[in-house]
């Protein structure tokens, strides 16, 4: 997949490159990292702060129901030369079956985990494009390329186009009409 993006992006530049009618028609290409961006935007340090807060109450919750797992295993092991066969294959078959009732939950919670991620980067990435694309069309870019998903390995720090996202996000934000709404 990440190769076919790189062959897309390779080729449209080329496109782009080769359909200027002029010679003195220039392709300016800017780059972009939006996971960056994410991070530093304060709508992006307020979500993982929200994100860390769920986490760290879901693993406490977690934390205690493998604390009382353990203990019954160590029950069990203790209990398994007193015990009957019939009472000892009981035993086992709850503590199996609450192991996996716990690993169940942790796939769940980390399904929530990053469905919540989505929802929360998502409307911060719409209004980051939006962004951009006032960047590309008033700055005379011919295209903004992500640089993590580009196959970018290094760029002239004249073409990054990052910290002035990240700017234009933030002062967006501050005046209302940038930033991504709080969710509730």
């Known amino acids: 997949m990440r190769f076919c993006r790189i062959i897309a992006v390779t080729l449209a530049t080329v496109v782009l490159a080769g359909s200027a009618t002029s010679v003195d028609a220039q392709v300016k290409i800017g780059v972009v990292d939006l996971q960056r961006a994410i991070n530093e935007t304060e709508d992006g340090r307020q979500a ?24 019954q295993k160590e029950s069990l092991e203790r209990q398994q030369d007193v015990l009957s066969q019939d009472a000892l294959k009981k035993k086992v078959e709850k503590y199996q079956a609450d192991l ?28 980051m494009q939006a962004i951009l694309r006032r960047i590309g069309q008033t700055d005379g870019y011919t295209m903004i390329i992500e640089a993590n998903e ?3 390995v290094w760029v002239p720090s004249n073409l990054d186009l990052t910290d002035v996202l990240i700017q ?5 934000a501050k005046s ?9």
């Not at 234009?168 to 967006?172: E, T």
């Not at 940038?178 to 969710?183: D, E, L, N, V």
């Open 168 to 172: 234009r996000y933030n002062k967006q």
């Open 48 to 71: 993982k702060r929200r994100l860390k807060k769920v986490f760290d109450e879901r693993q406490q919750s977690l934390n205690k129901k493998q604390e009382a797992l353990k203990a």
């Open 150 to 152: 580009g196959g970018v």
């Open 100 to 127: 996996m009732e716990l690993q169940n939950e942790y796939v769940q919670y980390q399904e929530e985990l990053s469905t919540k991620e989505g929802e929360l980067t998502q409307k911060i990435l719409e209004k």
């Open 176 to 184: 209302g009409g940038g930033g991504a709404k709080k969710p509730k």
